[in-house]
Nanobody, 128 residues
Framework: QVQLVESGGGLVQAGGSLRLSCTASGRTFGSYDMAWFRQAPGKEREFVTAISWSGGSTYYADSVKGRFTISRVNAKNTMYLQMNSLKPEDTAAYSC?????????????????????WGQGTQVTVSS
């Protein structure tokens, strides 16, 4: 069992930056592939980015590529999402998720249904 807690959300102007954190309980954090998803009001949940258990592989949605960076520090049971050049369309509730062996199957890491554990989410609001 893994419990995930997000932090770092807030209100920022367009063009600004935020760093989200996802902290996990338990000793097995390092064995999970991790991801960030987001959901805006009235829209479906959307894949943002994922990172393999070792940190050696990452993948980004086209909408955030070049602006967002995912990373993790397994010794701290923590994953990060550095968000730069934020746009109003990035406004959403951001949630982290953990799953197993997702980078061994094509595009599995992009599917919310593949993840076993989820955090409660943190709100990011980008004003224009």
């Amino acid at each position: 069992q893994v419990q995930l807690v997000e932090s770092g959300g807030g209100l920022v102007q367009a063009g600004g930056s935020l760093r989200l954190s996802c902290t996990a309980s338990g000793r097995t954090f390092g064995s999970y592939d991790m991801a960030w998803f987001r959901q805006a009001p009235g829209k479906e949940r959307e894949f943002v980015t994922a990172i393999s258990w070792s940190g050696g592989s990452t993948y980004y949605a086209d909408s955030v590529k070049g602006r967002f960076t995912i990373s993790r520090v397994n010794a701290k049971n923590t994953m990060y999402l550095q968000m730069n050049s934020l746009k109003p369309e990035d406004t959403a509730a951001y949630s982290c998720a953990a799953g197993v062996a997702l980078f061994t199957r094509v595009s599995a890491y992009t599917r919310a249904s593949e993840y076993n554990f989820w955090g409660q989410g943190t709100q990011v609001t980008v004003s224009s």
